[in-house]
């Protein structure tokens, strides 16, 4: 199954891409689906313009925080809105090293410093 998504390298910062449900390609870029390196989709600041300004959305991978130390440079992992349990919220992340994507409950609790995203506008 392809999925809307995929890792990618937006003005050489290491990512994840995330497109919407009724995603057209811009002419004058492309895009490879479930690409599990950072160089098959590459974008300059120009060509990302272009990319966002038709719903795709960056994940740059930036690691995680714990205490006072950040980690993971290279990964992604990020907050969700959703509670998984009292104590913890569902996490997505991504990997380098292994190219894999998972969406998981994270952590004892939500004191980790995980990424958070706005992907909506709020009103």
């Known amino acids: 199954m392809s999925y809307l998504c995929s890792h990618a390298t937006v003005n050489n910062v290491k990512s994840y891409i995330l497109l919407p449900d009724e995603w057209l390609l811009p002419m004058s870029t492309g895009f490879t689906l479930n690409a599990n390196d950072w160089t098959t989709n590459g974008y300059s600041v120009t060509s990302w ?44 992340q991504f990997y380098s090293t292994t190219g894999s994507v998972k969406a998981s409950v994270g952590g004892d609790d939500r004191c980790d410093g995980n990424s958070v995203r706005l992907v909506r506008y709020l009103d």
């Open 49 to 92: 313009a272009t990319m966002e300004q038709n719903g795709a959305v960056f994940l740059p991978a930036a690691g995680f925080r714990t205490g006072n130390g950040v980690y993971s440079i290279g990964d992604g992992s990020y907050w969700s809105y959703t509670l998984g349990s009292p104590t913890a919220a569902w996490i997505f």
